[in-house]
């Protein structure tokens, strides 16, 4: 059974920076996919980042590209979403996701497993 739990959601102001992790307990998690989303309130879910097993390629939101950075550690099975620059429109439930491959990863597609979230609320 596939496990996600993210932490690292907080309050923060504008401008500044919030790292969050995805801890997996997933067997072969390099072989994974993984992306991240977020949901504010009132709106659908929107992917944010994607990378791919081995951590080689990335893709990310427009909204976000510049200011996030996603990044992985196979050896602890464990992903990371690096949030700078933060802004009020980031304000959201951040939510980590197993994808099926990189190649509909990337696009915000085929996604089986998803965690609980954690709460990322910037303050202008």
């Known amino acids: 059974q596939v496990q996600l739990v993210e932490s690292g959601g907080g309050l923060v102001q504008a401008g500044g920076s919030l790292r969050l992790s995805c801890a997996a307990s997933?067997?072969?998690?390099?072989?994974?996919?993984m992306g991240w989303f977020r949901q504010a309130p009132g709106k659908e879910r929107e992917f944010v980042a994607a990378?791919?097993?081995?951590?080689?390629?990335?893709a990310y939101a427009d909204s976000v590209k510049g200011r996030f950075t996603i990044s992985r550690d196979n050896a602890k099975n464990t992903l990371y979403l690096q949030m700078n620059s933060l802004k009020a429109e980031d304000t959201a439930l951040y939510y980590c996701?197993?994808?099926?491959?990189?190649?509909?990863?990337?696009?915000?597609?085929?996604?089986?497993?998803w965690g609980q979230g954690t709460q990322v609320t910037v303050s202008s």
């Open positions: 996701a197993v994808g099926v491959n990189y190649y509909s990863a990337s696009r915000g597609l085929g996604y089986d497993y």
């Open positions: 997933v067997r072969t998690f390099s072989s994974y996919a």
């Open positions: 990378i791919s097993g081995s951590g080689q390629s990335t």
